[in-house]
C-alpha cells in the first residue's frame, strides 16, 4: 500500500512531476487546480496495464 502523498498522484504520458532523490518534483509549472501527476512507466513497475490518461502523446500502455 501506498503512503500518502503517492497514493494521490495517477499516471500520465505527459507528466508534471517526477521522482528526483525519492520525492516527487515538479518537472515544469502547475496550474491552480491541475492533478498532479507522474509517469509509472518510469517505475521498475512488473505489473503491466492499458493507459488512457488521454494525452497527446499517450502511448497506450504503462
Known amino acids: 500500500m501506498q ?12 507528466p508534471n512531476t517526477e ?19 507522474s509517469d509509472y512507466s518510469k517505475d521498475n ?3 503491466h496495464f492499458r493507459c488512457n490518461c ?3 502523446n499517450c502511448k497506450k500502455s504503462i
Request: charged share 30%; proline share 5%; glycine share 6%.
Open 3 to 14: 503512503n500518502p502523498p503517492e497514493r494521490y498522484i495517477n499516471h500520465s504520458c505527459n
Open 19 to 37: 521522482v528526483i532523490d525519492n520525492c516527487d518534483m515538479a518537472i515544469r509549472d502547475i496550474k491552480k487546480g491541475e492533478e498532479i501527476t
Open 45 to 47: 513497475a512488473v505489473i
Open 54 to 56: 488521454g494525452s497527446k
